[in-house]
T-cell receptor
Framework: DARVTQTPRHKVTEMGQEVTMRCQPI?????VFWYRQTMMQGLELLAY????????DSGMPKDRFSAEMPDATLATLKIQPSEPRDSAVYFC??????????FGQGTRLTVV | KNEVEQSPQNLTAQEGEFITINCSYS?????LHWLQQHPGGGIVSLFM???GKKKHGRLIATINIQEKHSSLHITASHPRDSAVYIC??????????FGPGTRLSVLP
């Protein structure tokens, strides 16, 4: 079965460190989403790309977060510097014809 | 007031029962998504609706655009349906607003 792969699955880091989360979308999918899930806020859309171009990243704190798609097989979400409030599960999802979004298993980030 | 609300927050049902989860929204949308999050955390997209009704197996989703309301129904519920169900308002793919989720437990 095709699946969206996210790495790492778990990350513990100290406040102030850079964190990079990676996502390998399904081959052929042209839309990639980054979501964040916390207990307090639930699911939030951070950014999404279509054909590798960022379409909307209004949900992302721009001063510390950045999202890129260097090529069609890789999407990255970086946080620099990380803060404890960034602790959450970060999901990547990809799709070709919505609603067939497929979600990755998520990266659980803990910033101490 | 949240832009997307769901009810109930928590729902416990006996296996075989008919289940309804409701979603109401106040934002303008092009479509309404229903997502299922399993106890392990994985998320599956169930439906995207812009009008009417869709059915997939034992799952049925309906939407009333005028009333800004959608429902997710599960017929003949089963313990494997236990999950968190989340609705999300989609503004032409530009903006997603998620509901808080409904936690469903189906007991054998």
């Amino acid at each position: 079965d095709a699946r969206v792969t996210q790495t790492p699955r778990h990350k513990v880091t100290e406040m102030g460190q850079e964190v990079t989360m990676r996502c390998q979308p399904i081959l052929g999918h042209n839309t990639v989403f980054w979501y964040r899930q916390t207990m307090m806020q639930g699911l939030e859309l951070l950014a999404y790309f279509r054909n590798r171009a960022p379409l909307d990243d209004s949900g992302m704190p721009k001063d510390r977060f950045s999202a890129e798609m260097p090529d069609a097989t890789l999407a990255t979400l970086k946080i620099q510097p990380s803060e404890p409030r960034d602790s959450a599960v970060y999901f990547c999802a990809s799709g070709l014809v919505l609603p067939a979004m497929l979600f990755g298993q998520g990266t659980r980030l803990t910033v101490v | 007031k949240n832009e997307v609300e769901q009810s109930p927050q928590n729902l416990t049902a006996q296996e075989g029962e008919f289940i309804t989860i409701n979603c109401s929204y106040s934002v303008g949308i092009s479509a309404l998504h229903w997502l299922q999050q399993h106890p392990g955390g994985g998320i599956v997209s169930l439906f995207m609706l812009s009008s009417g009704k869709k059915k997939h197996g034992r799952l049925i989703a309906t939407i009333n655009i005028q009333e800004k309301h959608s429902s997710l129904h599960i017929t003949a519920s089963h313990p494997r349906d236990s999950a968190v169900y989340i609705c999300a308002a989609d503004n032409y793919g530009q903006n997603f607003v998620f509901g808080p989720g409904t936690r469903l437990s189906v007991l054998p």
